[in-house]
């Protein structure tokens, strides 16, 4: 069972902007903190930013100032808005719930398929 459904990945040149949709379903958005995280290959998963119930928000530092992250309670939705992409940009973006276990970061469900952002130079 797909819990959570991301989209809105494509091909861009460097500058551009997208914006990316993870759906999920309400017993898992509601209440929950939600992150977008990306893989490029040959690299480590990485958490990009968070957002809380509450709309508080962590970013990595590569993409501060560039990447807006926000979330549409009623939809049961979380938006990644990406401008001022750079060819490092490119990766396999997914959502999930991020949690902590002592000082293990971790996320609470099954990676998905993600979607794919590819930034030419």
């Known amino acids: 069972q797909v819990q959570l459904v991301e989209s809105g990945g494509g091909l861009v040149q460097a500058g551009g902007s997208l914006r990316l949709s993870c759906a999920a379903s309400?017993?898992?958005?509601?209440?929950?903190?939600m992150g977008w995280y990306r893989q490029a290959p040959g690299k480590q998963r990485e958490l990009v930013a968070r957002?809380?119930?509450?709309?508080?928000?962590v970013y990595a530092e590569s993409v501060k100032g560039r990447f807006t992250i926000s979330r549409d309670n009623a939809k049961n939705t979380v938006y990644l808005q990406m401008n001022s992409l750079k060819p490092e940009d490119t990766a396999v973006y997914y959502c999930?719930?991020?949690?902590?276990?002592?000082?293990?970061?971790?996320?609470?469900?099954?990676w998905g398929q993600g979607t794919q952002v590819t930034v030419s130079s």
């Open positions: 999930n719930v991020p949690y902590s276990y002592g000082s293990s970061r971790l996320v609470l469900y099954d």
């Open positions: 957002i809380t119930t509450r709309s508080n928000t």
């Open positions: 309400r017993t898992i958005f509601s209440g929950s903190t």
